[in-house]
């Protein structure tokens, strides 16, 4: 069978769409679409397989634990039962849903057991949207989404984490850059995720420096 390849994306687009309507604002639609076009740039670099790889980006946070009671199980599963409608081929349905249950930051913390060139893909361009402006952006967004601090001094960022304590964690945002953030530079799978991710990095530290300065009133 024939599949239509252009008409699946677009329905997919609508449903994401329609799925994050309200979400919070660090990962509603605009970073699906961020991360979706991060991932067809890297692609075009890595030749994997293009349906997967906009599949899985575009379904990758369709219900993202964090705001379903941690529950790890019910995006992949949302994201299979799509698919299945669109009557998309079994291999790829299990290919995105094995992307999506591991690509997280968390996830990387715990015990991986899958691993394909299109996760790499994916997971590069997901976590290209962590870091840099947009990055900092989404990090401040999601700490006033959950009402915590910006900054205590008093705090120091854990750097030792396994996943349950990661997922759990209520430190202040800034914590967050030395946890997760500045890390994912050097996490990067592909040549251009690495090439891309470089830049960004480096406006962190330069924000951080600011941060730092103003908070103690030298600037």
Not at 107 to 130: N, P, W, Y
């Amino acid at each position: 069978m024939q599949m239509d390849v252009e008409n699946i994306i677009k329905r997919t687009i609508s449903f994401v769409k329609e799925m994050l309507a309200g979400a919070e604002a660090g990962h509603d639609w605009f970073h699906i679409e961020r991360v979706y076009r991060n991932a067809l740039y890297i692609n075009a670099e890595e030749q994997g397989h293009l349906l997967t790889v906009s599949l899985a980006a575009l379904l990758h946070d369709i219900a993202d634990s964090k705001f379903n009671n941690g529950d790890e199980e019910v995006g992949p599963q949302i994201a299979k039962e799509f698919m299945q409608r669109l009557e998309i081929p079994e291999e790829v349905i299990l290919h995105v849903c094995g992307i999506i249950k591991n690509m997280s930051y968390k996830a990387s913390l715990g015990a991986v057991t899958f691993s394909s060139k299109e996760l790499d893909i994916v997971q590069d361009a997901d976590r290209l949207d962590a870091i840099g402006a947009i990055g900092i952006a989404r990090a401040f967004t999601y700490g006033g989404y959950k009402n915590r601090l910006m900054y205590d001094p008093a705090i120091a960022p854990d750097l030792s984490m396994d996943k349950e304590v990661y997922k759990n964690s209520t430190a202040p945002t800034i914590n967050h850059f030395y946890e997760k953030l500045l890390r994912l530079k050097n996490l990067m799978k592909t040549d251009v995720g690495l090439k891309m991710a470089a830049a960004r990095h480096e406006f962190m530290l330069v924000y951080l420096d600011q941060f730092y300065s103003e908070w103690e009133g030298k600037s």
